[in-house]
């Protein structure tokens, strides 16, 4: 918990008290949620387009805060309050006192996609020498970075966080409030692409972070990945390169072997060599692992403690979760797609022994332009991977469906629905199929999974 004095709070806000204070009272911590607040804490009132913090004021007051930040003209009368001009960026400032708090390395991940397994690959490899505090479910943006940050504690010795962004200038403002030591960049796709245009102009709002590093610090680049490798170019910080291709990474794998739970490789980390069994299926969870061995060697943990932290790897809920459903497997990315990890999950499907392999893909949001191209370029693979079967929901990816078909996918067939879906594949259900599902967050593809387990369990 961050504790704090109320001079404290106002020199890192710049507010300006309203009310009675005790100045010798010290805040608990601070707190955005009335239903987790806590006794002592100061009550922060974030405003956004359908809500407003300040209306909960007095159920705050109420749960045993002992004051609130508030915007200037909407303070509670007979209660204390801080006022600043914006509630959001206070907080971001009180983030960043209480950062600075820490003479810790903050290692900082962000990419198009594979951000978030990176960021717990790192923090695996981290915790098996340091205490590590990390970014939690998908806290990556202005509001959920500040939360991950106001949970630094003393005996903290590493903190990993993952910045996502929408815009160009969104890594800068995140970086500027974390102040990363390291910075992990996993690659540029094509994800947002409706909001920036291109990928030189996401590939641009990826460098925020890069550019964000001191000379001092480390950049971890994939050197695979032509636009994150010329970002060297755009830090003073220390490059380090990581791939498969091994032309300039110093980090790299060789030897792939696939089995049914996972991938044995070999790493040469700058000049050691050593094994590494990673119990997670496709090349791409590969390059996630080498950025994490990198920022290990930078942090100086043991590589045989590198490979015993992958090697224990978890991973997390519907981000490439195999799980066993009845008689058949299913593989469930889906959190969220792109173009990018679309594509990857694809090709992932292969490693696994399975008779039939089925997709069960919805819409990729977000694409722009992009969209029926993108659509169509994941029914070629579809084709090109030799997919026994396709089914699709929503109405971008009606282009897969018209593609795979093309492809020569043999049984194709875009849905009404996903119980829809489910009936479609139950009607070819054969023991020993591996299913993939997935699409963008805003198609919930992960439902299916209830269908499929009360079908088939």
Known sequence: MAVFTIEEVVEATGGHLIGTFDKETSFTDVSTDTRTIGKGNLFLALEGANFDGHAFIDKACEKGAIAALVTEGKEIAGFPCIAVANTLIAYQALARYHR???????????????????????????????????????????????????QLAPDHEACVVEMGMRGLGQIKE???????????????????????????????????LVEAIGAEGTVILNADDKRVCAMKERTQARPIFYGLQGKEATVYASNLRYKKDGIKFSCRNFDDVFDVFLPM????????????????????????????????????????????????????????????SMAESIKALGQLDSKRKIAMLGDMLELGDFTKEGHRQVGELLGKEGYDAVFTFGQASKEISL????????????????????????????????????????????????????GLV
């Open 174 to 208: 995140l970086a500027d409030i974390a102040e990363p030591t390291i910075g992990v960049v996993t690659n540029v796709g094509t994800s947002h692409i409706e909001l920036l245009g291109s990928q030189d102009k996401i590939a641009d709002a990826k460098a925020e």
């Open 403 to 454: 593609a795979a078909r093309t492809a020569g996918v043999p049984i194709v067939k875009h849905c009404d629905s996903q119980l829809d879906m489910v009936d479609a594949y139950m009607s070819i259900h054969q023991a020993g199929d591996c299913l993939l599902i997935k699409g963008s967050r805003g198609l919930r593809m992960e439902r299916l999974i209830d269908e499929l387990r009360e």
């Open 100 to 150: 600075r708090r820490f003479n810790i390395p903050v290692v900082a991940v962000t990419g198009s996609s594979g951000k978030t397994t990176t960021k717990e690959m790192i923090a695996a490899v981290l915790a098996t020498k340091y205490k590590v505090l990390k970014t939690e479910k998908n806290f990556n943006n202005e509001i959920g970075l500040p939360k991950t940050l106001l």
């Open 281 to 340: 299926i496709g090349e791409h969870n590969v390059y996630d692992a080498l950025a994490a061995i990198a920022v290990g060697r930078v942090l100086r943990v043991p590589d045989y403690k590198i490979s015993k932290g992958l090697g224990s790897f978890t991973g997390m809920p519907m981000r490439q979760e195999l799980l066993t459903l009845g008689d058949i497997v299913v593989f469930n990315d889906a959190y969220n797609a792109n173009p990018s």
